[in-house]
């Protein structure tokens, strides 16, 4: 379950960090990403066609996390939750502060998840852009 947690807590984090900077302005490059609100912006990338490179890179994505996850539970491989094998040189050397890092990761997982939920509701109950003002 932590494994499941850990990756959608990362996952929100960074989809609620891109949806406000999204209705703050900040866009891509490209006449098909301007003027798109947060809300149509789904719908009008699939029209556009942008959807199935995007899916395909998430797809290679979950393959591996797939793959990692079964050779972890037959140990075949040495992997704790979460684990992708990149990233760690940013760990905190101390034990202590690595188990402390970790927590703060899952907290603030936690925390994403409530607030990319919150988001999208209030998105579109009231059709406008953050902050709902």
């Known amino acids: 379950c932590r494994e499941a947690e850990l990756k959608h807590g990362r996952v929100c984090m960074l989809a609620t960090v891109g949806w406000i ?10 006449d098909m990403f301007q ?39 037959e140990e075949r491989i040495k992997r704790e939750a979460g684990d ?6 940013v760990l905190p050397k101390d034990p202590e502060q690595e188990r402390l890092m970790r927590l703060k990761e899952i907290e603030n997982g936690r925390l994403a998840m409530l607030a990319f939920s919150g988001i999208c509701t209030q998105a579109v109950l009231t ?4 902050p709902f003002l």
């Open 21 to 30: 900077a999204t209705d703050s302005g900040l866009r891509f490059a490209g």
């Open 84 to 89: 992708f094998f990149i990233g760690k040189q």
């Open 127 to 130: 059709n406008s852009a953050w």
């Open 35 to 73: 003027n798109v609100s947060t809300i149509e912006a789904h719908n009008k990338m699939l029209e556009a066609g942008v959807m199935a490179p995007l899916l395909a890179g998430v797809a290679v994505v979950e393959l591996y996390g797939g793959w990692l996850t079964l050779n972890g539970f």
